[in-house]
C-alpha cells in the first residue's frame, strides 16, 4: 500500500513539474537559433543598458521568444521597469520622434522616443511616462543621457520598457543589439528572466 502511495505521489509531483516545465518554454520558447543571429561581442557594442550606472535591471522578454518577440520584431527587449524610473539613451543620436501625450493605464496608445544614430539605425524607447520624454525633436542626445521616465500605457497589464533598434526610420525590421556594459564579452542577446547591473562605461560619439 505505502509503495502504491508513494508511486501515485511520485507520478504526481513528476506530472505538476512537466507541466511547469512545458509553462516556462512556452513563456520564453526560443526560435530556430538560426533567424536569431548577428549579435557583437557584447563588450564591443555599439550600446549600452538604458538605465543609469550601478542600477540593475531585470529582462522580461527578451529576443527571439515565442510571445511578441518574433518576425520583424525578434530581436526586441522588454526590461522590468517601475512607474517613473529613470531611461537613459543606450547609444548617442538625433531624436527624430517624440510622443508623451498618452496617460498611463492607456491599452490601446503609447509614449515613445526614437533616436537615429549615425548608421541611421533607430532606438525606439517605448512605454513612456505621460509628459515624461526630456528631449524634443532635432535634440542631439549623448550615449548614457537621461531621456525622462518610464510609465505603463499600452496592453500590458504591469510597467515595463520596450527596447528594440530598427534599420532606418522608415522600417519596422529590428536589428540584433547587446549591451557593452554588463560585464561580459559573449556574442548574445540577454538572457530572459535575468538582472543585468549597468557598469561604468566610456560614451561613444556615435
Known sequence: ?????????????????????????????????????????????NYVLPINVNYTIRVRETNCTSNTHSGHWRYSY????????????????????VKE???????LNLNYIYIRHADSTVARYKRMKKDGV??????????????GTSGNTDRAPTAFLHFDVVENQQSDQTVAVNFRNIGTSRAEALAPDTVYRAETFTPNAN
Open 101 to 107: 501625450d498618452v496617460a498611463d493605464g492607456d491599452a
Open 134 to 147: 526630456t528631449p524634443v525633436v532635432g535634440d542631439v542626445v549623448t550615449q548614457g543621457q537621461a531621456l
Open 1 to 45: 500500500m505505502s509503495m502504491r502511495i508513494s508511486c501515485y505521489m511520485m507520478s504526481k509531483i513528476l506530472a505538476f513539474f512537466t507541466v511547469f516545465a512545458l509553462m516556462s518554454c512556452a513563456k520564453y520558447k526560443i526560435d530556430d537559433p538560426k533567424l536569431c543571429a548577428g549579435y557583437v561581442a557584447a563588450n564591443t557594442s
Open 78 to 97: 522588454d526590461f522590468e521597469m517601475f512607474e517613473n524610473s529613470g531611461v537613459y539613451a543606450a547609444r548617442a543620436g538625433t531624436v527624430v520622434a
